[in-house]
DNA sequence: GCCGGCGATACCGTGGGGGTATGGAAACGC
DNA sequence: GCGTTTCCATACCCCCACGGTATCGCCGGC
């Protein structure tokens, strides 16, 4: 199989639609109809049920754009990789944008530090993206929160643990208390993560994307929160915490692709576990 | 960049010669010549050291090689498991080859009485191989023997711990002793088993690649070897065992590939972890 | 100095990937 | 019910790029 035609068929797949999926592809739709049909034929497998009005894909066929996809990414993640091994450019280090306090420059230094140390490029990103980043090869290594973040398919080091907090504007009715429960947020507006796809889910509250963001809805008394107490450091007057009793624990966690530690990815996981 | 072009580019690396590389791929040599510099160009990135003489790899080809093999072999899981789940063919697990005890029959025994269960294929391997046979689709879960196998890149979760003992001819000097510990091992001829890339480190003692030659060997008065103590259930007469005190404790998973849990898999998985 | 080995270059033919035009089936409007 | 629209498939054509053969250029060994 080509990854041309994997890019195809994951058009075809994610659009159900042939038209539009040629169009992102900046080709006609008749060829890219026959490329899919050569696929499923040399494949000897049904990709999709067509009927003339609609597409939709197979049992096979959702097994093929789930493992393309990671394919894909496999691909473009070696030759990005390959690129900048050429180019000796230091390490790429991603991280939710707002969410690592004082841990992130700690690091940088402790890292910078050391003899040896190449130079490492900081990307901010959404909630969720670090890892489509490390699998791509955009990122090297992340900074990833449990239980928020997954590890699966990576290799980790576990960095710090700490409790939540609840965050609010600093007249809410909550903030005079010593601490809550997370029962005692029910019916609040808690805001709402995108999903491991970028979508939403239904509910109420605020759909955000960032720390930053977020923070700005609390000031403007439209959203509260629960945060690893590590954002204390970081919060702007107006906004005050109170713990959180029995919200889960939050790991933070240094992750990486497997099987590819560089000298200076290793020099880095070192320096984040000595802090 | 194509898989054609990462297939050729893993053949000259793996061959250093274009020739053998052409041969093994059933070209001729100057399109594979032309290829690779065609891939070179468009990465802008120089990935071999050309003499007339010989062809070594630069760093940045070394990336290429160990990312591109990864590339491949998830394009080729895809392919693998599409047809899979078009068949409908159940799942296939891996173990090593008489590592497992009574382990494999009662998950097998486990699992197949439960509503809905589909039909498992085992394939047994050589030591260290299974991960190679899950990162290609050959497989989809493994058991694995944690510190000997590793579970980077892999969702695991664990199912028993067990101490080591000592496996030896009966009549062993040893094996009058009550335990033994690791110290007491020194001198005797250890088995070698095969490193990830499929070698042999130098050193004392038979090369084995599977617990069954290693037990032969063993009988043989050949080797003596430390393994879970789980093996002292499939020992046949003329071996016998002691605890090895300080020995690691090994910890059989399943463990599956991130983000491919089908309802199969994860009813699979239940059942292991219910065991 | 000649030969043998190896990678690069030159040149050619063909298959397949991409384009346009059109067919054909299904849903929708009136 | 018939025209219209929508959308995927088919028919046909063109051209590029991939692969093959022949040959060169370089280097090391006998």
């Not at 009005?53 to 990671?70: F, H, I, K, P, Q």
């Not at 790991?251 to 200076?264: D, M, N």
Request: with cysteine.
């Amino acid at each position: 199989m080509e990854t041309r035609e994997l890019r195809y068929f994951v058009a075809v797949a994610e659009e159900l639609h042939f038209g539009r999926a040629a169009q992102r592809l900046g080709m006609a739709q008749p060829p890219l109809s026959r490329a899919i049909s050569q696929l499923e034929r040399r494949l000897g497998v049904n990709l999709l049920h067509r009927t003339s009005r609609s597409v939709t894909l197979t049992e096979a066929g959702a097994v093929l754009l789930r493992e393309g996809r990671a394919a894909l990414g496999a691909v473009e993640a070696a030759e990005r990789r390959t690129r900048r091994a050429s180019e000796n450019s230091g390490l790429v280090l991603v991280s939710k944008a707002g969410a690592t306090g004082e841990l992130l420059p700690k690091l940088l230094d402790a890292y910078a530090a050391e003899p040896g140390a190449v130079p490492i490029e900081v990307v901010l990103c959404g909630a969720g993206q670090q890892e489509a980043l490390l699998r791509d090869g955009r990122a090297d290594v992340a900074l990833l929160h449990l239980p928020f973040d997954s590890t699966a398919g990576l290799d980790a080091e576990e960095l710090t643990t700490e409790s939540q907090v609840l965050v609010m504007p600093a007249g809410h009715e909550l903030s005079t208390r010593a601490s809550v429960r997370m029962s005692d947020l029910a019916g609040l507006a808690l805001p709402r993560w995108p999903e491991l796809d970028g979508t939403y889910l239904q509910g109420p509250g605020p759909e955000v994307h960032d720390a930053t963001q977020l923070l700005q809805l609390i000031s403007l008394g439209r959203a509260v929160t629960v945060l690893p107490e590590s954002v204390r450091a970081s919060l702007h007057e107006g906004l005050t915490t109170v713990p959180v009793l029995d919200a889960p624990l939050v790991t933070t966690v240094i992750a990486w692709p497997p099987h590819s530690r560089s000298l200076a990815l290793a020099g880095l996981v070192q320096a984040a576990t000595r802090l």
